[in-house]
């Protein structure tokens, strides 16, 4: 243990030698019939098995509780191991609405017990903790370069930020897109996501509008991108949770472009308009009444 500022709270506490991926991940990878069952890594100096995990003195207790409490917790157990695979039996409760060997897509929204709240964590707290640090071992460079998006991204992982409105909107978008069974997206990669509301959201018939940036492109800027923009309405709240509007989304805008610069200066003129026609992105306060009246719709 030692001494330092938590990368995440940013507060001076003691910080306990965490995981850039949690260890319990580096055990399902283990081959437990084998002399050696530690799994092989590969870096561009060193090939070897090895039990070395990824970790540094970075984060406080009390971070390393919601990690594990917002989505290590829930969906460790569920990834691949020898003995079966739940996350991928859970999706067989579910039809593929998109099929193209060897993708298969599925709605969360189909599957109740699909925790995708959990999963959303899980994955972007691995995100933003490889941009707190170089954890590269052995001659990997392990480091990720958020930019302006670091803070907001923080702020979702912390669970202090403007995140959880941009989320519910997500989740209002995915599940319009559910009801209609209809695929919007032409890749699978989200390089760009912006809801902005013409009213208060969680009044029944408030317009949305969302702009998306897709790719097959992870970290790349060159290659195909796709812009689009739908509009939609609110469904209102009902049980403590946002539901789409019966009519389905329109689609204001769809078309690829050749790297990202390009689909970038669209997506950014397609913004600006839509502010320019009324629609706002939530404020802070506007955060705040949302999520009261979430609770109190309960």
Not at 46 to 53: A, D, F, K, L, M
Not at 242 to 255: G, N, T
């Amino acid at each position: 243990m030692e001494r330092g500022i938590c990368k995440l709270c940013l507060k001076e506490k003691d910080l306990l030698d965490c995981h850039l991926i949690s260890s319990a991940v580096s055990k399902l990878l283990r081959a437990r019939e084998n002399t050696n069952p530690n799994p092989l890594r590969v870096t561009p100096d060193w090939i070897g098995q090895t039990s070395e995990q990824v970790s540094a003195y970075e984060f406080c207790r009390a971070c390393e509780d919601i990690f594990n409490e917002r989505g290590e917790k829930w969906l460790l157990p569920r990834l691949a191991s020898l003995d079966g695979f739940p996350l991928y039996d859970m999706l067989g409760q579910a039809p593929a609405f998109f099929r193209q060997e060897p993708l298969f897509a599925y709605h969360a929204c189909d599957i109740p017990e699909f925790e995708k709240e959990k999963v959303i964590h899980f994955a972007m707290a691995i995100f933003w903790k490889a941009s707190v640090r170089d954890w590269g071992t052995k001659g990997n460079t392990i480091h990720l370069d958020f930019g302006r998006y670091a803070e907001s991204m923080s702020e979702f992982v912390l669970g202090t930020g403007p995140y959880s409105m941009h989320r519910e909107s997500i989740w209002l978008l995915e599940d319009s897109m559910a009801t209609a069974k209809k695929h919007y997206a032409r890749y699978y990669i989200v390089r760009g996501f912006q809801t902005m509301w013409m009213g208060d959201a969680a009044q029944t018939g408030s317009l949305y509008r969302s702009f998306v940036i897709t790719s097959n492109e992870f970290n790349s800027t060159q290659g195909t991108f796709q812009v689009y923009g739908l509009e939609g309405a609110s469904g209102g709240i009902k049980a403590g949770k946002f539901v789409p509007s019966e009519a389905e989304p329109s689609v204001l805008f769809d078309q690829d472009f050749n790297g990202l610069d390009s689909a970038a200066k669209q997506f950014d003129a397609l913004v600006a308009d839509t502010q320019k026609r009324g629609f706002k992105p939530i404020t802070m306060m506007e955060i705040l009444e949302f999520e009261d009246k979430l609770r109190r719709s309960k």
